[in-house]
């Protein structure tokens, strides 16, 4: 029955009240991931056995592992000694948000949309009253107004390893994400919210990642994307969703159930396929390309977390990628990397990383995060330490905002195309035999190319487009791209 399925294609809002803080972006990402700060700064990781009492036996997000034998503090920097991370030390807001339309009549939530965990917890009337009633621009679901939500016995907590939480009960209640409905999804609502939780725009979380890591006890609940599925609302071949993630002064979108033809760009996405054992969208990242030159990482994997705003990797890559930006260093009031405010764009370098077998950009504009206002003259790096809590990168919206992402639930998979930007262009360097690939162009931009076996690079966008393949070399095609435009725009 082909005609009962739908799709949805929606505006996905950039937070208006969202400001870049690169630390404070750290701290986000460090707390849920559990990251021990590996350069020096304001946080830092201490044994956790002193603090029992005090945290609990904290896990990272849901139930996803038990803590490595730390927690985040801050140091003062004048006593050394170290305390609780406080909430307004940690981004509270998500760039992204998603409008959700839930029960009957529908009330619609802005909800963060969050590839990196898998609870829909909305703000509800069962939090206190002193929590709500300072909620400016809040939209607080009301179960009591629903005549379609339904009570479970259920309950559902989120707590972090610097003792932040939010937690309550679910109920089900139909769910409508930019048209496409979903009969009797949990629904988690909030009855505590730990301050962090608290102070961000977003009116709760709509949670892209795989089931497993769902914190509702006594069994997790199916996702949304798992219902769409299982109610056919989006069609085999298609049970997938995209997102496509802007700076702030242009358009973000998502999709349920298709791809969009346009943002393809007349590009074939390339897939590599995910491990899902820990929850999370992971897949192989065993190299990174930094000016043209291949850095091998062998064994390393990677996650697209639409909920991260920064890239997190390894020190040593991260230390090759600096160095080859002048004056670039540690600040270590900043916990990370800064540069030069002042460096020209072509100064900056080209920076990709593996997705399966295909390398996609950084566009040159996400490198520099935060201006940092602080007389050093510098920037805050959008790409920083992923420390030694986890082994993993955590690619965030800094490298999604790069590319088309396609997460690909029913062939467990992540597909992208690389998304080129005015005055960028390059040619691809192909694996053996044809393929695509992606290089970089003299306008230090990223786009893809095709590849094929004699190495010839075709670029996308405007600017010019040389390329190299492994079994020969590439040419330069100068004339050729200068008014080369997407194909399909």
């Known amino acids: 029955m082909s005609s009962a399925h739908k799709f949805a294609k929606g505006k996905l809002i950039n937070n208006p009240a969202y400001k870049p803080n690169g630390l404070k972006s750290y701290a986000r990402a460090a707390i849920r991931y559990n990251i021990k700060p590996t350069i020096d700064g304001p946080l830092c990781a201490i044994n956790k056995v002193a603090h029992q009492g005090k945290f609990g036996p904290g896990k990272a997000i849901g139930g996803r592992t038990t803590m490595h034998g730390h927690v985040l503090a801050k140091k003062d920097p004048t006593s050394g000694q170290t305390g609780e991370v406080p909430a307004t030390d940690v981004e509270d807001n998500a760039l992204y948000l998603v409008p959700v339309a839930i029960g009957t009549p529908a009330q619609t939530l802005n909800l963060d949309f969050d590839t990196g965990s898998s609870d829909l917890w909305v703000w509800s009337t069962e939090l206190p009253s002193a929590a709500t009633k300072n909620a400016k621009g809040h939209t607080i679901f009301d179960p009591t107004k629903s005549s379609t939500f339904e009570k479970t016995a259920s309950t559902w907590k989120i707590s972090y390893g610097d003792g932040s939480s939010a937690s309550g009960d679910v109920g089900t209640d139909t769910v409508n994400i930019g048209g496409l409905i979903i009969k009797q999804q949990a629904v988690e609502l909030a009855k505590t919210l730990s301050s962090s939780f608290a102070s961000g725009q977003g009116d709760g979380l ?83 390309n930094l000016n043209g030159e291949t850095i091998a990482r ?22 090759k990628i600096y160095g080859t930006i002048p004056g670039a260093k540690i600040d270590s009031t900043q916990q990370g990397w800064v540069f030069p405010k002042s460096t020209p764009a072509d100064s900056l370098p080209s920076v990709g990383f593996a997705v399966g077998d295909t390398v996609f950009y950084v566009q040159k504009e996400d490198l520099a995060f935060q201006d940092l206002n602080d007389g050093s003259g510098n920037v ?48 691809g360097s192909g694996p053996s035999g044809n393929g695509t690939g992606a290089g970089t162009g ?30 020969g070399s590439g040419h330069s095609h100068h004339s050729h791209h200068h008014h080369h435009h997407h194909p399909g725009n």
């Open 298 to 319: 062998s064994g390393n994997k990677a996650i697209a977390d639409t909920g991260t705003t920064l890239c997190l990797i390894d020190d040593d890559t991260l230390a």
């Open 206 to 288: 709509l949670g892209l990642a795989f089931g497993t890591i769902n914190t509702v006890t006594p069994k997790p609940v199916a996702t949304p994307v798992e219902n769409m599925i299982a109610q056919d609302d989006i069609k085999p071949g298609e049970e997938l969703f995209t997102a496509f993630l802007s700076q702030p002064t242009a358009d973000s979108f998502y999709t349920f159930g298709f791809i969009d033809q346009d943002s393809l760009a007349g590009q074939t996405p390339a897939y590599a396929p995910v491990d899902n054992s820990q929850g999370f969208w992971m897949f192989d990242s065993a190299s990174a």
């Open 380 to 427: 805050f790096g959008g790409i920083q330490s992923r420390g030694s809590g986890q082994d993993f990168d955590i690619l965030g919206d800094v490298f999604l905002r790069g590319i088309y992402g396609i997460f690909d639930v029913g062939n467990t998979q992540f597909g992208a195309v690389q998304r080129g930007t005015g005055g960028t262009a390059t040619g």
């Open 442 to 471: 003299q306008n230090g931009g990223s786009g893809t190319g095709t590849g094929t076996g004699n190495g010839t690079g075709t670029g996308t966008g405007t600017g010019t487009g040389s390329g190299t393949g492994t079994s």
